[in-house]
Nanobody
């Protein structure tokens, strides 16, 4: 089992940057694929990015490709989401998730953090 805690959210102007972090407990972090999802008010949970256990494979939603970068540091039990060129439509609660296999749908992930709010002003 793994526990996840996100941090790094906040308020930023359009065009700005934020880096989200997700710290995981447990000694088996390196065996988990990790994903980032987001949910805006009144909308469904949306895939953002995912990374394999080794970091060798990454996946992105079309809406963030070229602007966001997912990475991980297995020595620090942490996964990151670097978000550049932020847009107002990126405003949402961002969640990290973990599972034994990488996926792009929320139901494919067993473990979730509590979320961190990202607000992008125009």
């Amino acid at each position: 089992q793994v526990q996840l805690v996100e941090s790094g959210g906040g308020l930023v102007q359009a065009g700005g940057s934020l880096r989200l972090s997700c710290a995981a407990s447990g000694r088996t972090f390196s065996s988990y694929a990790m994903g980032w999802f987001r949910q805006a008010p009144g909308k469904e949970c949306e895939f953002v990015a995912a990374i394999s256990w080794s970091g060798g494979s990454t996946y992105y939603a079309d809406s963030v490709k070229g602007r966001f970068t997912i990475s991980r540091d297995n020595a620090k039990n942490t996964v990151y989401l670097q978000m550049n060129s932020l847009k107002p439509e990126d405003t949402a609660v961002y969640y990290c998730a973990a599972d034994g296999r990488v996926g792009v749908r929320p139901h494919e992930y067993d473990y979730w953090g509590q979320g961190t709010q990202v607000t992008v002003s125009s």
